[in-house]
């Protein structure tokens, strides 16, 4: 690992970000086709945030707005029934 | 879409508490989501989102309509979880745990009810894995990785949801990705 620049790690993440130029991200590419640490580390990032999105689907529970509509401030809601 | 909830908000600021009926329905999943995704317990995430909103509704006021609603509403849920984050802090790692055990019970009654298919069951053990260790994660790169990864929303978004620097965002992402890499990489 001591072999390795210390920026690519950071172009690891300005990659994942989108937002690595052209030039270095052929330099990143090219690194990680010859150094298995590297391509091994970020081959973990990416499955990291693979797993983390495929957490993503959770719903509010059923009654969620009617508990939200009971709790507002009485006052208002007599200015909506008089509306 | 934008247009739709300028309208509900400005029938909102005159009174009209069914459009804000609306926006709850609108918005109510991607609010629970966040912070059930960042507190790791079902009640505690529905008190937080319902509280997210009835503060909205209360300062709806203070809104200006011209900005984006998600994004006010972000920062309300938000700073509420983070809150709530910081008061339990003491016992932390209890909390993560005690979370993820209910998580894991929680699925493991589904799959006693409708009897899924082990590798279903394997999905929802390896979820409640994953969401332990997102709550592993320090609060300040928890909420980051948790509106990029799981709310989908940009780093702008997010920058200006917890009215940070892009550049912060940025550093808090990569910190929370490392520590996710090395926290799920055996998974």
């Given at each position: 690992m001591n072999k390795c620049p210390e920026h690519i790690v950071q172009y690891m993440h300005e990659y994942l970000d989108g937002d690595l130029e052209k030039e270095r991200e052929k330099e990143l590419k090219a690194h990680l086709q010859n150094c298995k640490e590297c391509y091994q580390q970020f081959h973990e990032l990416e499955k990291a945030i693979a797993l983390v999105q495929s957490t993503s689907h959770i719903s509010a529970p059923n009654d969620f707005t009617q508990r939200v509509m009971n709790s507002l401030p009485k006052e208002k809601k007599t200015i909506s029934w008089n509306r | 879409m934008e247009e739709l909830i300028r309208k509900r908000i400005k029938q909102i600021k005159k009174g009209d508490q069914d459009a804000f009926a609306e926006i709850v329905e609108l918005f109510k999943d991607k609010i629970y989501q966040l912070v059930y995704r960042m507190i790791g317990n079902s009640h505690e995430a529905e008190d937080i989102a319902q509280e997210a909103f009835i503060r909205a509704y209360i300062n709806i006021?203070?809104?200006?309509?011209?900005?984006?609603f998600s994004t006010w509403l972000y920062r309300i849920a938000t700073n509420l979880t983070i809150d709530r984050i910081r008061k339990k802090k003491p016992d932390y790692y209890l909390d993560a745990e005690v979370a993820g055990t209910e998580g894991l019970t929680m699925y493991s009654q589904v799959a006693a009810d409708i009897a899924l298919p082990e590798e279903e069951v394997e999905t929802m053990e390896l979820q409640g894995e994953i969401q332990r260790q997102i709550l592993k994660l320090p609060d300040k790169y928890r909420s980051v990785i948790v509106l990029k990864?799981?709310?989908?929303?940009?780093l702008i978004e997010i920058s200006e949801i917890l009215e940070i620097p892009v550049g912060t965002v940025k550093t808090r992402i990569h910190r929370g990705r490392e520590a996710l890499r090395q926290q799920l990489r055996h998974v």
């Open positions: - | 006021n203070s809104f200006d309509v011209n900005r984006k990864y799981i709310d989908e929303l940009s």
